[in-house]
């Protein structure tokens, strides 16, 4: 869902690449887990520190950020982007947010020279990042559930069981169940 996400933005934008950054909260740092584009057979898995760059700014602000020129900016960390074999232009970029988190981060990367980034367009990343949030949460509340019940399958499949049995039982029997 999130390749498809970042291609669907980068088809809609004319944009030579699109990516989704994911925050790891253990190490704290960004992930790239889906690039199309410039980049894409090179970035999967690339990490870099969460209050780096652009990204890091989106993410840290839960704002959204248009930048035509990012040699410009002091948020721009040109060594980051010098690392990941591209250095962009242009950036849009939305935060991926749950009501709990800020989960990572949806960008669009240079756009045709012709076109400048407009609030249209911005109002379409955000329902684009809005949709890799929900993708997001999902997965990792799905990690979750799993790692729970791979680390205490027995009790949890005992307690499974029990209310399996508790709820096929007549509505007399089950109250005192």
């Not at 999902?138 to 791979?150: N, T, V, W």
């Amino acid at each position: 869902l999130l390749s498809a996400i970042v291609e669907v933005a980068r088809s809609i934008f004319g944009a030579k690449a699109s990516s989704i950054l994911l925050l790891d909260e253990e190490t704290d740092e960004l992930v790239f887990e889906a690039v199309v584009g410039e980049g894409e057979d090179t970035l999967l898995g690339t990490r870099f520190p969460a209050g780096t760059g652009i990204a890091g700014w989106v993410l840290a602000t839960r704002t959204p950020l248009v930048i035509e020129d990012v040699q410009n900016d002091p948020r721009f960390a040109r060594d980051v982007a010098e690392d990941t074999g591209y250095v962009p232009k242009g950036i849009m970029a939305a935060p991926l947010l749950t009501e709990e988190a800020g989960l990572g981060v949806l960008s669009v990367l240079d756009r045709p020279e012709q076109s400048l980034f407009s609030l249209q367009e911005m109002e379409l990343l955000g329902l684009f990042a809005n949709q890799a949030a929900i993708a997001v949460d999902l997965l990792q509340r799905a990690r979750k559930a799993e790692g729970l019940l791979g680390d205490r399958g027995g009790e949890l499949e005992v307690v499974a069981r029990l209310a399996s049995a508790v709820d096929a039982l007549e509505d007399s029997q089950r109250e005192a169940g």
